[in-house]
Nanobody, 120 residues
Framework: QLVESGGGLVQPGGSLRLSCAAS????????IGWFRQAPGKEREGVSC????????EYTDSVKGRFTISRDNANNTVYLQMSSLKPEDGAVYYC???????????????WGQGTQVTVSS
């Protein structure tokens, strides 16, 4: 099971750090992706980190603003979000796969999501 936390309401330009914690299995075997879904839109990939943490990927709209990282010792992956914009508001999900891919069906485990709202 994956559990996301850290969402909330933040003003434009603000920051949030999302966490993705695993229970029942260890994350260090898996690449972890972050996805988001805004109302009325399809779920989209945001970022992904390889199992070792050596490789990271970002969608163009968040490059330079979001940073993905992992702490395998604590079985947790983070998404640091800075310079947030209203269009970043969505439900954010983390998911586990054996490799990073922008194909959601390869992700085996999903969290329940955490809401991020960016508004003044």
């Amino acid at each position: 099971q994956l559990v996301e936390s850290g969402g909330g309401l933040v003003q434009p330009g603000g920051s949030l750090r999302l966490s993705c914690a695993a229970s029942g299995f260890t994350l260090d075997r898996y690449a972890i992706g972050w996805f988001r879904q805004a109302p009325g839109k399809e779920r989209e990939g945001v970022s992904c980190i390889s199992s070792s943490g050596d490789s990271t990927e970002y969608t163009d709209s968040v490059k330079g603003r979001f940073t993905i990282s992992r702490d395998n010792a604590n079985n947790t992956v983070y998404l640091q979000m800075s310079s947030l914009k209203p269009e970043d508001g969505a439900v954010y999900y983390c998911a586990a796969s054996f490799f990073c891919a922008n194909v959601q069906r390869v992700y085996h485990y999903w969290g329940q999501g955490t809401q991020v709202t960016v508004s003044s």
